[in-house]
């Protein structure tokens, strides 16, 4: 990726990881939702198709569950 990508994504996943914060902390969507939403975004990382981006695939996954095994999306209580 190049720089001007670096920072729009690293400021998309801070925003979205924020969402996923304000939802919980709101009694909007349970821990267990937003758990299921990281996990299935992983798999569909994980498990897409061969092609020329097999290694942004892996990368993306394994970013995500990093993030579902530090629980940065979610308070832990």
Do not use: F, Q, W
């Not at 979205?16 to 996990?39: F, H, T």
């Not at 892996?58 to 308070?75: D, E, H, K, P, W």
């Amino acid at each position: 990726m190049t720089a001007p990508n670096d920072i729009a994504g690293t400021a998309a996943l801070a925003i979205c990881e924020s969402l996923l914060l304000a939802l919980n902390d709101r009694n909007i969507l349970p821990e267990s939702e937003i758990v299921g939403i990281l996990k299935d975004a992983a798999a569909a990382h994980a498990l897409a198709p061969p092609s020329d981006k097999d290694a942004l695939n892996a990368a993306v996954a394994a970013l995500i569950n990093g993030i579902l095994a530090g629980g940065n999306s979610v308070r832990r209580r």
